[in-house]
């Protein structure tokens, strides 16, 4: 298993996804996805996503400014398999407070893997 925040989680699916060498790993977990740099939502990171095979959890703030919940939605149906996902309710990217939370999603749905 395999995750991170941001741009680390980002990393994480870019590496489970490699067209030459994926990473072998049972699941990544994401906590806050940078879909796109805020204000340019022109300018997705999902190129990969279509290589993602992976059980895949995303955790987001519902305020994120990387990438609505909307946008997110969007960006999901570009995968094999559809994710596990989890907003936090006026969250913003760095999920402020919220780490208990999503402690707590994180262990739950390794539980259910």
Known sequence: MIGGRSMGGRM???AASDEIDPLKVLGVACIGYPLHPPKKPD???T????N???P???ISGARDEFGTPEELALAWKLLPNQPTVHMIEKGRHELRDAD???ALLVTQWLQNL
């Open 12 to 14: 994480c699916t870019m």
């Open 43 to 45: 300018q997705l990171r």
């Open 47 to 50: 190129a990969h996503f279509g």
């Open 52 to 54: 993602l095979h992976n």
């Open 56 to 58: 895949l959890l995303f």
């Open 100 to 102: 208990v939370q999503v």
